[in-house]
């Protein structure tokens, strides 16, 4: 996510735009949730498809990559507040609560909360901070607030305790699938080797063995060969598909086309 106002540095953000907007490659560190004031909300990675609207909200899973749409509805504004549940203090509900999870969570990773009063009345409290940026909340107060969306979301969902408490590393998934399904998405190869339950070096030692060569070069070639078949098959323009493709400016990816092809893009079609 980016240019979000920061309620709390790092907790507790209101976001706020007037025409649509489209953010490539979010990756989301920690737990999050989400409240859509207005305007409509969605959030695609490669196995799921999420949307809401105003009043509705949505748990969102520490690492995972997306691509997120934001939408003014009706000739109104898009607003969304959102919390960024942080697992340090994740942790300290957890010892303060005694709550132990010994299962890794396997449930779904985007989950729409239903609405209920608690919930609401919960985001309500926040708006006049939102609304008065200069009266800013102190950190002992934000970590109060955070701790009472914990609490209530629990209230809603008792099965949210899995989903919320297990502090278990990630697990070794497997390399070739997930590299297949994300190569796109514009994240440095640390964050790679985070996401797929892999140090920076394991990462690098498994992606050479696999795919026999670097990550990077790699990551260059899948982008370049799925351009050429876009181009090609589907009659897109590269002005069209090259933020899609993980790369930073029309520039770079048209010098990059043609540096491997032989042509620009344009003298493809």
């Known amino acids: 996510m980016t240019n979000p106002t920061e309620i709390i540095p790092g907790v507790i953000f209101f976001s706020y735009y007037s025409a ?17 004031v207005s305007g409509n909300f969605l959030f695609e990675t490669p196995s799921q498809r999420v949307s809401m609207e105003q ?29 960024c549940l942080q697992e340090d203090l994740l942790r300290k509900i957890a010892l303060e609560e005694q709550i132990e ?46 701790k009472e969306a914990v609490q209530l979301l629990l209230h809603s969902m008792p099965g949210l305790r899995e989903f919320l408490f297990d502090f278990s590393e990630p697990h070794k998934i ?25 140090s920076l070096a394991g990462f690098k030692r498994d ?20 351009a050429r078949r876009l181009i090609e098959k589907k009659n897109k323009k590269a002005s069209a598909i090259y933020l899609d493709l993980g790369f930073e400016s029309l520039s770079h990816f048209s010098h990059s086309f043609k540096k491997k ?7 493809w079609l």
């Open 20 to 36: 649509i907007r489209k953010e490539k490659s979010c990756l989301f560190e920690h737990n999050t949730l989400i409240l859509q």
């Open 55 to 83: 009043g509705e909200m949505l748990l969102i899973r520490k690492n995972q990559l997306g691509d997120i749409t934001k939408t003014p509805l009706d000739g109104g504004d898009y607003q969304t507040i959102i919390i």
């Open 101 to 146: 999870i010994k299962e890794k969570y396997t449930g779904p990773l985007n989950v729409l909360i239903p609405g209920n009063d608690f919930l609401h009345g919960f985001f309500q409290s926040i708006i006049p901070y939102v609304r008065n940026p200069e009266e800013k909340i102190t950190t002992a107060m934000g970590m109060i607030k955070v």
């Open 174 to 198: 497997d390399l070739e699938k997930f590299m297949l399904n994300n190569f796109y998405f514009n994240v440095p190869v640390e964050k790679f080797a985070q996401l797929t339950g892999r």
């Open 207 to 226: 992606f050479q063995k696999q795919f026999s060569m670097p990550p990077r070069q790699w990551l260059q070639e899948k982008r370049l060969t799925e």
């Open 261 to 267: 092809f032989g042509k620009a893009p344009t003298e």
